[in-house]
């Protein structure tokens, strides 16, 4: 089984429908991440967490939202989905500072 | 603002040669990471360097970290169509907890 694993893998939606997308790691990680790919623009932190009780912003968090609901989960929503959050996102855990990051499979989500 | 630059963003080459990837900043690095990534999965580790002027070797594919820790090169010798992919490299120490990504180079070797 994966480490990190994120559902749904495809999601299509319409302009203001509101999104979840899951993440759960079977590493044991403490520190998570959420990520949104865009072709040529590499990986653009949105959240990060250190622990349950730690969220914080990353470089494009405007739209975005998150909860930690446990050590092993933790999701992202978009409130009010539009067309410029089409991307690739990423969900990935870090066991320790600049140690490697794991990341899940990706979820592809096209806003309409 | 991108700390970290990477050259080329597209390679498209033949199999059997050889290539280098680029990654520059102006900021120090603590640690230097590469990734690969390939269609329909995330990103996943090739090696993580450390110590300015630090070599690495994987199989055919060499790693330098810059003294300075500014810079770092990927270079792949005699390419063969399984390298293709997207490579990122990933820099830490610059802001607690976080990594700080290039934009990545797509990388297509052609049989």
């Known amino acids: 089984d994966a480490d990190v694993t994120q559902t749904p893998r495809n999601r299509i939606t319409k302009t203001g429908k509101r999104i979840m997308l899951e993440c759960s790691q079977t590493k044991g990680h403490d520190r998570m991440y959420w990520y949104r790919q865009d072709p040529g623009l590499g990986l653009q932190l949105i959240y990060y967490?250190?622990?349950?009780?730690?969220?914080n912003k990353g470089e494009i968090s405007d739209g975005y939202s998150v909860s930690r609901q446990a050590q092993a989960k933790f999701s992202l929503s978009l409130e009010s989905a539009i067309p410029n959050q089409t991307a690739l996102y990423f969900c990935?855990?870090?066991?320790?500072?600049?140690?490697?990051?794991?990341f899940g499979p990706g979820t592809r989500l096209t806003v309409l | 603002t991108q700390l970290l630059e990477q050259s080329p963003q597209f390679l498209s080459i033949q199999e059997g040669e050889n290539l280098t990837v680029y990654c520059n900043s102006s900021s120090v690095f603590s640690s230097l990471q590469w990734y690969r990534q390939e269609p329909g999965e995330g990103p996943v580790l090739l090696v993580t360097v450390v110590t300015g002027g630090e070599v690495k070797k994987l199989k055919r594919l060499t790693f330098q970290f810059g003294d300075a820790r500014k810079d770092s090169s990927l270079h792949i010798t005699a390419a063969q169509t399984g390298d293709t992919g997207l490579y990122l490299c990933a820099g830490g120490g610059t802001s607690y907890g976080k990594l700080t990504f290039g934009q990545g180079t797509i990388l297509t070797v052609h049989p």
């Open positions: 967490s250190f622990d349950v009780k730690d969220i």
């Open positions: 990935a855990t870090m066991e320790r500072e600049w140690g490697t990051q794991y």
